[in-house]
């Protein structure tokens, strides 16, 4: 059973860099460095696809754990909400593009060898041994268990930026580089509920809140645009999808604004990054 872990990390063009930084909870710190250094490989084989190499002595004490080189530069690196998991893209790595690694075991692992399409962005599912993959136009959910395609989602726009899960995960969220921001339910059809229109410029983000009833879209045109988003348990009823409020405040620079947005884990605040080189918080 995997515990909660300290799950930093910081990437260097192709490589990935596990690290360890002893700040905040003890305990979690401390049960991190027990799962990172029970590693053993008894049997002598190594049938990971990328070597990975552990630090030692005075780099260990600065904190540096594990590095994982890559082939090619990495866009995005994704947590499986158990902690030991995790996936990279690279989008110049073709059928390489999306590898899957396991923590415990150092093993990297490529499920995905045909993947259509330049990949975008990926996910695990929160609630189902399920994995999503972004391409320019399309979403498509595998089966990790089975290793077969369960659904594809047609997003109708012309190129994909980003995307979330929520927490429930009967539903999906995409923001694209044409200003929209689209709604999938899982259960209600494989087109979007709801397309929505609220930016000026290029959706840069997309992200759910953990707890509250809020997603949010960052964009090119300089704002944060706070939805409320409820789910019900009665499956008849559909999602209501309301916008709130536009937050502003980041400058535009080179015709990039809000590159980036992440709600608090538990609080009603959301983290915002521009290409004025601020990050911000509202609360």
Wanted: glycine fraction near 6%; charge should be positive.
């Amino acid at each position: 059973m995997i515990r909660k872990l300290s799950r930093n990390y910081f990437c260097s063009e192709a490589t990935l860099i596990v690290v360890n930084p002893s700040i905040g909870n003890a305990n979690l710190c401390s049960s991190t460095d027990v799962l990172l250094s029970s590693y053993s490989n008894d049997d002598g084989e190594d049938s990971s696809l990328i070597q990975w190499t552990a630090y030692g002595g005075d780099e260990f004490e600065q904190g540096f754990r594990i590095k994982i080189p890559h082939k090619h530069p990495l866009r995005q690196v994704t947590w499986h909400g158990k902690g030991d998991y995790f996936a990279t893209v690279a989008p110049d790595g073709d059928h390489t593009s999306v590898l899957i690694h396991q923590l415990s075991k150092r093993k990297s692992q490529n499920p995905l060898k045909k993947v259509k399409g330049k990949v975008q962005k990926v996910l695990f599912h929160p609630t189902h041994p399920h994995f999503l993959v972004a391409t320019q136009q399309y979403v498509r959910i595998y089966n990790l268990v089975k290793q077969e395609l369960t659904k594809k989602l047609i997003s109708g726009v012309k190129w994909i930026s980003s995307m979330d899960v929520h927490p429930k995960g009967d539903n999906v969220i995409i923001g694209s580089y044409d200003q929209r921001l689209c709604w999938f339910d899982l259960d209600l059809s494989t087109k979007p509920y709801k397309t929505l229109r609220h930016h000026k410029r290029a959706v840069r983000q997309v992200s759910y809140h953990r707890r509250y009833p809020l997603f949010a879209s960052a964009s090119d045109d300089g704002t944060v645009v706070i939805f409320h988003g409820m789910v019900y348990s009665d499956l008849m009823q559909n999602p209501l999808v309301v916008p709130v409020k536009i937050l502003r405040g980041h400058k535009t620079v080179d015709q990039l604004g809000v590159l980036d947005c992440l709600f608090h884990p538990s609080q009603p605040w959301i983290f915002t990054a521009g290409a004025d080189k601020t990050i911000r918080l509202f609360t």
